[in-house]
């Protein structure tokens, strides 16, 4: 039967400063002095640690102090664990100032037109200590990500002024809907469109499941002014509905940002009288230093305040 191994002492990391600082000055004196401290107490703490490790770590006489060969075997590995012990402490700081960790970011198709990509690369070049994943999303499955923790934070699309229950939001850009139209279609040779030019024409649209208040504002447009929207198709993502326009499956309302999507055969056109508006808002349920850190990132700061001071209220200024 093997006999248990016997327990090792634990050896406080200023034990270890005191050695190497001893170690470096070869002068207790001169050790005390780096150290904010009496020369007795470090002489007592140097005894202190030589008698836990069970071996002499200096070779004293009353005009030098000299490393024995064990105190000179062991000095690159207590320097190296102090300097661990400090880069520990760096990381914990860069942590809680979120300049460092892991932050991971949803997001819908429409934002990764135009304004992710440009983020994304500042904020890496700003702050390369965050790993930043990013999770291509549809609004439905965003809420599920989040609800599961398996994302920090999501962009999603929604209709002006709407708010996800349960969710903080931070609305970064808004944006007109326009009607993206086959090239072949009559209405595209027309650069002023009106409603009533198109409240007859077939619709490629999302499910109602992927972006609710967007379709429900959709919609209601057609109910207010007493039509009935005819659904030719729906899809999930902004690239399909627009690949569908341009096979001339019928016509789509989208954000105005689709328009960076140049799909041939498809024009797009804005629609005068009461369409509604969209808005892109970062949404998330607990904070993170990592995601304060990149909602202050000024980039993001700059869209937000720029979306903030065009919802301003007039009598505030």
Known sequence: MSKPSPQLPWIELRLWRQFVTVAEELHFGRAALRLHMTQPPLT???????????????????????????????????????????????????????????????????????????????FRREFPGVQLDLVEATGDVQLQLLKSEEVDAGFVLHASGFATEGLQRLTVAQEPLVLALPESHPLAKRKNLRLQDVWVQPLVTFPRRIVPSLFDAIFGMYHDAGKLPVVAQEAIQMQTIVNLVSAGLGVAWVPASVQQFQRPGVVYRQVQGAVPGCETSLVWQRSSPALERFMAFHDIAHAANGHNAAHADPSQH
Not at 49 to 70: M, Y
Not at 71 to 89: C, I, K, M, T
Not at 101 to 106: D, N
């Open 44 to 122: 007592q703490a140097i005894a202190q640690l030589e008698r836990s490790l069970g071996l002499p770590l200096f070779a004293r006489t009353k005009r030098s102090v000299q490393l024995t060969p064990q105190g000179l075997a062991l000095l690159p590995q207590a320097q190296e664990l102090l300097q661990r012990a400090q880069g520990l402490v760096l990381q914990a700081r860069a942590l809680a100032m979120g300049e460092s960790g892991r932050l991971r970011l949803a997001f819908v198709s429409t934002v990764g037109f135009s304004l992710l990509p440009q983020w994304v690369m500042a």
